[in-house]
């Protein structure tokens, strides 16, 4: 009942730079008998051949599904069956908690969010995976430690993601504005100047995703990130009551305050920020790679097709940092032909399929060389301009309590951004929901 | 006509539907605007559904009142890909079939009982079938996915069956309990008297008196089996055997973020309108089943 | 002639004392719906209630592995809700569940009762009105949820017709209206189906003898139709009583999960599962149970004690003299 959500769990880039799990003891007072006990580090054989299934979100473009019955074809007594889940994330990760609560066997290789990769992995609900089981340093960097945890891979990448700044460069042009802006600075100064043009009139300047929901948590740590701070220390504790937290949550509280945010930006989640800037009403939208072919259409669909471009994402004194979106694929610690399993994985993550999906979806691929690829670039032409994105992006989180993280960053923000409470506040208070979940 | 209760057996009995209506006291004009407004208010976002199912993908969000270009594209995707919507749909339909099938016949033995029968703990007994209803559906996923598991009812009917007995049976029991107190037990007394068994005065008179009442719980129930979601969603993987609702669940966009609006619609549409249809159906159908035997 | 043809055949076999045979019968009757009952509530039930005792304390070990393992804390879980940290969520919880049955249950009265009154009446199109009516009901609740959510988004199409910036889907006061508005509209059809079943087995004698006695409608409805249709009304406000307290699609389609205006006591459960503090969830949902039992419980004292037990008599007495003297007048 909740395919609306849109939500997407995204690893947290620079800003969640937490290793918060590992200052951990255990500080479960003891009673609590230790699940699995000897050294986790060990990679277990992964054994076993046979049909095994693939437990995935729905993908429309029938790419995966190629993928899929090209290796049926090849493997004839070890055919994968995708089960499919419902498009809405929550209720993906809840079907696979689910399974590993009762320990079926039922899925054997799941697709998982970045964000729940270390969630799984510090439950063991995934096996780790030998370490030269993967191309790694074909892949990019960022993909490659989204996928990794306690300094194991534990999972394959499969594709990835990373924001954008979609801008209205024909009203840009036609106000003088000849360069993406770099800050929030540059970003408010080419808004004046557009919105004093008669043809903007009406228009709002700047949107992201603010409904209470993970695009916030995104949006938000962004921010932080583009100040030049942290939500997290090094050794994993949080850090959010600073003046570069300060900075990016002032940065978003003021431009709902100002109106350079519309009002009704807080009800926004990707489509709704799409809809918008395709409509135009927005001069600068942040958003996903995704949206650009739905603006792009000519159908007179999009009022702004043909009028926009790409840069990434702006920040306090330069360009801003972005979170790291994509999926993950690992195979289940309850499941039989693990062998089978991996096998299938390595295949279905390898350059040569990751090169023929990218025919049919415009996923981003995970390893860089195509992102610098003539043909693939006249196709998305945005690309690279995401690994550019993706590049600045800082090593990924680790947290394990991700669904409380996130739950708290989105309490507290939402309230800042809706006047309930002062930013500085807000932030006293997120650092303090937030020592009390990691510590 | 005479008072006695004999008398009055044949009024009684008679099916309602061929009697001549009672007719409204309200002036036509206001008969006819609070029908208007019942309409209207029950419809108007079923409209918007409609013609939020017939526009293009691309301009879903439109606000006007008619599509601005007319697009099959919705429903061509609902019954297009992996979904196999139209064997999701008859998957529904022998699930919300049989859950209704079994929750009436256990609602009808159960109520009969309860208020023809003399025994002790009625009350304790309708406490107890009414507070099965009162626990949150998401509590019961998790162990009921264990337990099923254990036995092997993964990927079968009964697995989304028999927990949709647990809305429906409680229903049944509390709303036909209801109905059967309400009527006279003289017939089904004086019927005994003549030489009919307990059985033929419970076929021939009580269920045909109460017929509206099990075929307004039969609507209900089935309805609402046929919208079960999480149940039907944790304890069934494989394709084949997945509800509509479940279908539904599982149409996308060009891309995860994208809400498959459109396809939501038609899908809505398309589940909707026949049930309707066939409901209005059955309804005439079934009450006349029923009843004939009260006419005999 | 009043309605005296019906009075006399008011007797049920209460009157008769219980005979063993009866009650064989009847447990045979009842054996069935109990063994389902049991089978798909009571072990959930008992789950519940064990693993509500427990509470999961898992820490990490030191590479960083979650330590598994469940701690027996006895009452606390229910301790913290009530009296820990994250109180104030549970009670603002607790009051937005009450606010919403009570505000929906009865904004659905008035309407199911009045499309039953609609639907009973002869005219032609009945047959329309009576599909009209289903519809909101059919529609599947997934599908419904979006619905409304896109009609009340902020360039939705409620904000276009009211030329209103109204933003239903953010908090406050508005979004709890949107939810409400959402939630009637498609369950004051179960209440209007009901009572017009209720409504089909009141005899026609009754109103010609009111006719009659020159009695208009209004006073038709308010001292036959409402009295008789009472037990069956009851039914439909208990049930949607019961399934309102656990509200959880609507407000998580149209608003948002920690939306603190319209967060229910279902979806604190939902979320605490959802971040694996199953003993937490589990406690959420006995609470529930309770207050809910609570309620029907008092529901059925104050309002219904005919519709429970033995007072199926006492009920006809009191709607039939009340019928008679709204007729005599």
Redesign the interface.
């Known amino acids: ?1 909740r ?2 959500r ?1 939500k ?1 769990r995204l690893i947290v880039g620079a800003a969640l730079l937490a290793t918060a799990t590992m200052s951990l003891t255990a500080c479960a007072s003891g009673s609590g008998s230790t699940g699995g006990g000897s050294t986790p580090a060990a990679t277990e054989e992964l054994s076993g051949r046979g049909p095994i ?1 693939y437990v995935s ?6 790419a995966a ?1 190629t993928s899929v019955d090209a290796w049926n074809a090849e493997h004839p007594d070890e055919q994968v069956t ?8 929550d ?1 993906q990760r809840q ?1 696979m908690v ?1 399974n590993a ?2 320990k ?1 066997d ?1 899925y054997t290789v799941l697709n998982l969010d970045v964000v729940w990769t270390s969630e799984f992995a510090a439950n063991r609900w995934i096996v780790p995976l030998p370490e030269d089981a993967l191309p790694t340093d074909e892949l990019i960097p960022a993909t490659v430690d989204a996928a990794t945890y306690a300094d194991q891979l534990f999972a394959a990448p499969y594709y990835t993601d990373g924001a954008l700044l979609y801008s209205r460069t024909d009203l840009l042009t036609a106000a003088g504005v000849t360069e993406a802006p770099e800050t929030w600075a540059d970003l408010q100064a080419a808004c004046d100047k557009v919105l004093a043009l008669p043809e903007a009139a009406g228009m709002s300047c700047y949107a992201g995703q603010f409904d209470k929901n993970e695009g916030l948590t995104v949006n938000f740590s962004e921010a932080v990130a583009s100040a030049g701070g942290s939500l997290f220390t090094e050794d994993g504790q949080p850090d959010v009551d600073t003046p570069e937290a300060l900075t990016a949550l002032e940065f978003l509280v003021d431009g709902f305050d100002s109106g350079m945010i519309p009002q009704d930006a807080i009800t926004f ?3 709704q920020g799409r ?1 918008a800037f395709q409509e135009g009403k927005l001069v600068f939208l942040r958003n ?1 790679p ?2 650009f ?2 603006l792009s ?1 000519t ?4 009022a702004v097709a043909g009028k926009f471009g790409v840069s990434p994402i702006p920040g306090e004194d330069g360009p801003g940092v972005s979170t790291l979106g994509g999926r993950n694929i690992a195979i289940s610690s309850f499941a039989e032909n693990k062998a089978t399993a991996l096998e299938f994985i390595q295949f279905f993550t390898g350059q040569e399929q990751e090169e023929s999906r990218l025919e049919l979806s ?2 981003a691929p995970v390893y860089g060389s195509f992102f610098e690829d003539e043909a693939v670039v006249a196709k998305y032409p945005y690309l690279p301009t995401l690994l550019s994105s993706l590049e600045n992006a800082a090593p990924r989180p680790k947290v394990v309590q991700y669904g409380e993280t996130t739950a708290a960053i989105q309490d507290e923000v939402y309230s800042a951004i809706s006047g309930d409470k002062s930013p500085e506040d807000a932030l006293a208070d997120l650092q303090a929901s937030l020592e009390e979940i990691v510590g | ?1 005479t ?3 004999v ?2 057996r044949p ?2 009995a008679a099916p ?1 539907t061929a ?8 002036g036509p004009i206001g ?1 006819v605007l ?2 208007i407004v ?2 209207l ?3 108007a ?2 409209y ?2 409609i013609v ?1 199912s017939l526009r ?1 993908t ?2 879903i ?1 439109d ?1 006007s009142l008619l599509p601005t ?1 007319w697009s099959l594209e919705s429903y061509a995707q609902v019954f297009s ?2 979904s196999n919507f139209g064997r999701a749909l008859l998957n529904s339909l022998i699930v919300a079939t049989t859950t209704t099938t ?1 929750a009436l016949a ?2 009808i ?2 109520a ?9 703990f ?2 304790a ?23 099923f ?1 254990d036995i092997g009812w ?1 990927n079968t009917y009964q697995a989304m069956i ?2 949709s ?2 809305f429906a ?3 049944a ?3 036909l309990t ?2 059967m ?7 089904e ?1 004086a019927a005994m008297i003549d030489g009919a068994t307990k059985w033929q005065a419970f076929r021939k008179i009580l269920l045909p ?2 017929a ?2 099990v ?2 719980t039969a ?2 129930t089935f ?1 609402h089996s ?2 079960e ?2 149940i039907a ?2 304890m069934v ?1 494989d ?1 084949a055997v997945q509800t ?3 279908a ?14 459109g396809q ?2 038609a ?2 549409v398309i ?2 309108i026949p ?3 066939v ?2 159906f059955f ?1 005439r159908r079934i009450v006349e089943g029923l009843t004939s035997g009260a006419t005999k | ?1 009043t309605a ?3 009075v ?7 009157g ?4 063993p045979n ?2 064989r ?3 045979l ?2 054996s ?3 063994l ?2 049991a ?3 009571l ?3 008992l ?2 209630v064990y693993q509500s005792l427990f509470s999961a304390e898992s820490g990490l070990d030191e590479q960083g592995f979650v330590v598994e393992g469940d701690v027996f804390v006895g009452l606390r879980n229910y301790l913290d809700i009530f009296a820990g940290s994250e109180s104030g969520r549970f009670y603002n919880a607790l009051w937005n569940t009450s606010f919403f049955t009570f505000v929906s249950v009865a904004l659905e009265t008035v ?1 199911g009762v ?2 039953a009154v ?1 639907m ?4 032609r ?1 009945r ?18 949820g ?3 959510r ?2 009340f988004q902020s ?3 409620v904000n ?1 017709l009211t030329g209103t910036q109204v933003l239903w889907t953010a908090e406050g006061f508005a979004s709890q209206v949107a939810v409400i508005t959402a939630e009637v ?1 498609k369950t004051a ?2 209440i209007g ?2 009572v ?3 409504m ?2 009141i ?3 009754v ?1 010609e003898a009111a006719k009659l006695d020159g009695a ?2 209004w006073k ?1 409805f308010w001292s036959i139709t409402l009295p ?1 249709v009472r ?2 009304l ?2 439909a406000v ?2 949607r009583m ?2 309102s ?2 509200m ?1 699609d609507l407000p998580f389609v149209l608003i948002g999960p920690r939306k603190e205006s319209v967060e229910t ?2 979806i604190l ?2 979320e605490s ?1 959802n971040q694996l503090e ?1 003993g937490t ?2 406690a959420f ?1 006995i609470i ?2 309770l207050y ?2 609570a309620i ?1 419980f008092v529901f059925i004292k104050l309002l219904g004690a005919d ?4 007072g ?1 008599e006492r009920k ?1 007495r009191k709607a039939r003299p009340a019928a008679a003297k709204g007729v005599s007048r």
């Open positions: 009942m395919q609306g849109q997407r299934t979100s729905p993908d429309a473009s029938g599904q995708w089960v499919e889940l419902p498009l809405d994330a209720q079907q689910q609560q009762i079926g039922a989640q990707e489509e809809q996903w995704y949206i072919n739905a259409k159908d007179g669909s999009s415009s996923r | 006509m008072a006695t209760s008398a009055a009024a009684v309602r009697r001549p209506r009672r007719r409204s006291r309200l008969r609070a029908i019942i309409a208010y029950c419809l976002p079923f918007w559904m939020s293009r691309s301009d969000f606000n270009t890909g992996s079994l256990l609602g033995f159960a009969y009982a309860i208020s023809r029968l003399n025994f002790r009625k009350s007994i309708l406490a107890i079938v009414i507070a099965t209803s009162m626990f949150p559906g998401i509590s019961v996923v998790v162990p009921l996915l264990r337990l598991s993964i028999v927990p007995l647990s049976i409680p229903l029991v509390w709303n209801t109905f107190k309400q009527l006279p037990y003289d017939l007394e008196l109460a509206p009442g075929f307004t609507i209900l309805i046929w919208n979601f999480i969603l944790s993987n394709p509509a609702t479940v539904i669940s599982k149409f996308t966009g060009a891309s995860e973020f994208e809400a498959p609006y939501q619609m899908a809505g589940v909707t049930l309707v249809i409901i209005l309804q | 002639m005296a043809p019906i006399p055949t008011l007797k049920t076999p209460r008769r004392s219980t005979t009866e009650g019968t009847a447990s009757l009842l069935p719906t109990f389902v009952l089978l798909v509530i072990y959930p039930l789950s519940a309407i009045a499309f609609a009973n009446r002869a005219f199109g047959g329309f009105l009576r599909a009209a009516v289903l519809v909101p009901w059919a529609i599947p609740t997934a599908v419904s979006l619905l409304w896109w009609v360039n939705g199409i276009t509209w059809p179960f189906l009901l017009l079943a209720g089909q087995i005899p026609e004698e109103y208009n409608a038709q008789m037990p069956a009851l039914v208990l049930f019961l399934d307290l656990r959880f006591l279902s459960a939902w599962s199953y969830a589990s949902s529930l149970l809910v039992a029907a519709v429970v037990g033995s199926a006809q």
